[in-house]
């Protein structure tokens, strides 16, 4: 599937086992949403954060993921989706043997800003991708809570 015109067509890497494509940008939609791709190699996540501006929304195209919001734990196949409102910490991973691949729907768009920026970095700067994060109203809460998973908080050795 090609990207959106106005979205760039360049796979980026969020961590080592992490990269994204956006699908759908913010300026084409208004600032209303934006849209990424995102395909997770076996035991990648995200840690544990919180938005304070955006609900997150998740469809799982490919594999399964374990996702904890709040106080719920589920795990989502292929076909599944689910939203995260904003202010609920939550946290992803890939807990399979296969690859994960899901669309990610932030609304409003402003992340967007983040995930370019971390795009740019190629996952080396994690202080300033952190930083970048609580500027846009995403505060990282704590480390993923699901056992040996590499995130941006602890990431995969290169090879």
Known sequence: MPAAPDAGSEWWEVTPGERF?????????GGIYTMLEIVADPRNGVPLHVHANEEEHFVVLEGSVHLTAGDETLELSAGDSVTV???TPHAWANLSDGIVRMLIIFSPG????TFRLIGTLKGEDLAAVLASNESDGSTVVGPPPFADVFSVVSPRPRP
């Open 85 to 87: 409102r904003r202010g």
């Open 21 to 29: 494509i956006i699908r759908t940008s913010a300026a084409e939609t």
């Open 110 to 113: 402003n992340l967007e800003r």
